[in-house]
């Protein structure tokens, strides 16, 4: 037993030795918190986002596009309320989120004034807010972040959760790290420049909520679907302060994913391998997780634990927004032995085994780690892809 004194400056310890052989167990248990807030107009965010950083030099990481639109207004905000600005931009899309574009930002880094209390902020969609919390949690061994989603995708899911990553051309987000942000400040505002199918990709991410873990976020997307494809911004903004609660509520319950077997895979299995065999370009995440929503799905229908019934108004739904439900609706011709194979790399990953998100009801999942190759190629068949 020791006492650690702190009187002033001085710092006393007396640690006795420990016994012959005596286990020595390290422990390091740590607490994460941080708000999520939902804002309609940019003048909002930014008055959060000057009082999250408190002082601190913000260093932006934000992509091409998102910079050309809204990195004056944003920068103008900023340097209003007082607040130092760094800037780094890297190309829009997929393809950054690479190994170089990290190394690029950490020379930047080291070449910037920037010092252990100053923040990272990233800018953008999923891909600045991956890199940048990665870039983010790796110099100076974990500078804070806080991210600023500016796609529908990062607002509903990419921006919460602290899972950061680059992607290795043999699968992705294959390194990486969790570091959780100090603050989310999804702004509905920015939404108004996003692309019609970055948007859907986005409703993707949130459907995916609604069928995990909400009946009534399933219903809520139903209902208002058309005042979403018009972005009406009170129902975006119950769409992102929604989606917000679900997942953060999800991933409380193993923010650290150490059993790997979170409902918010769904989708996922067969959507990273569609999207690696893509080449990480062509196909939005969202729009894989669409077609790997279908395909799951169609496994659980297959196996008599989901009702055709509710296979028939997920496919609605996602169709209603334009997502790809069969496989001709896939950029270029992803054949199935190619997705099957990317399949064999994740669960060389996983130690053996992939996890299958099954979907029962609405808001009832069951995970399965016995899918065989043969139940996957009958329901990759099924949405009409090429299989040997
Ligand atoms: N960490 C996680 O938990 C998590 C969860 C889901 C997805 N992701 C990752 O997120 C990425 C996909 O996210 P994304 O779709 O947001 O990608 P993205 O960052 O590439 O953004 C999509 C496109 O929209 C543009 N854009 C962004 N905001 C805009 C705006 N307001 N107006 C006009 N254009 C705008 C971007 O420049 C880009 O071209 C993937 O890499 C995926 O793996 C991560």
């Not at 296979?311 to 950029?331: H, I, M, Q, S, Y």
Request: proline letters at 5%; one cysteine or more.
């Amino acid at each position: 037993m020791t006492t650690t004194q702190l009187d002033g400056l001085r710092v006393r310890d007396a640690f006795p030795l420990p016994r012959p052989g005596e286990p020595v167990v390290a422990h390091a248990d740590r607490h994460d918190e941080y708000a999520v807030h939902v804002t309609r107009t940019l003048e909002d965010a930014l008055d959060r986002l000057a009082s999250v950083l408190d002082g601190a030099t913000a260093a932006i990481i934000t992509d091409d596009t998102v910079e050309a639109i809204h990195g004056r207004d944003v920068l103008r905000g900023l340097r209003e309320r007082d607040v130092d600005v760094l800037v780094a931009v890297i190309p829009a899309g997929e393809a950054s989120k690479s190994l170089e574009e990290a190394m690029r930002l950490w020379h930047w880094l080291a070449a910037s004034p920037l010092a252990r209390r100053d923040v990272v902020v990233t800018l953008g969609g999923g891909v600045p807010a991956d890199l940048g919390g990665w870039v983010a949690s790796a110099y100076m061994r974990g500078l804070p972040y806080v991210n600023v989603p500016t796609t529908l995708l990062g607002q509903v899911d990419g921006a919460l959760g602290g899972k950061v990553a680059a992607n290795h051309p043999s699968a992705k987000n294959l390194i990486g790290a969790f570091h959780q942000p100090r603050a989310v400040i999804s702004n509905v505002g920015f939404l108004t420049t996003l692309e019609d199918r970055h948007m859907a990709a986005g409703v993707a991410e949130a459907i995916k909520k609604g069928v995990i873990a909400s009946p009534d976020y399933f219903d809520f997307i139903e209902e208002h679907a058309a005042a979403l494809r018009r972005r009406d911004p009170m129902t975006l903004e119950r769409l992102v302060h929604a989606a917000s609660a679900i997942k953060t509520a999800l991933i409380a319950r193993d923010p650290y994913e150490a059993d790997l077997r979170r409902p918010l895979n769904f989708g996922h299995t067969v959507g990273h391998p569609v999207e690696t065999v893509s080449g990480y370009g062509p196909l939005l995440h969202g729009e894989a997780v669409a077609f790997g929503m279908v395909v799951e799905s169609r496994i659980a229908v297959a196996r008599g634990l989901m009702a055709p019934e509710l296979l028939d108004r997920l496919v609605a739904l996602l169709r209603g927004f334009g997502l790809p439900t069969t496989a001709a609706e896939l950029p270029g011709a992803i054949g199935g032995d190619a997705v099957l194979l990317a399949m064999e790399k994740v669960r060389q990953i996983r130690a053996g085994s992939l996890r299958w998100v099954l979907p029962v009801t609405c808001g009832e999942t069951l995970i399965a780690d016995d899918v065989t190759a043969d139940e996957v190629r009958r329901a990759l068949r099924a949405t009409g892809m090429r299989v040997a």
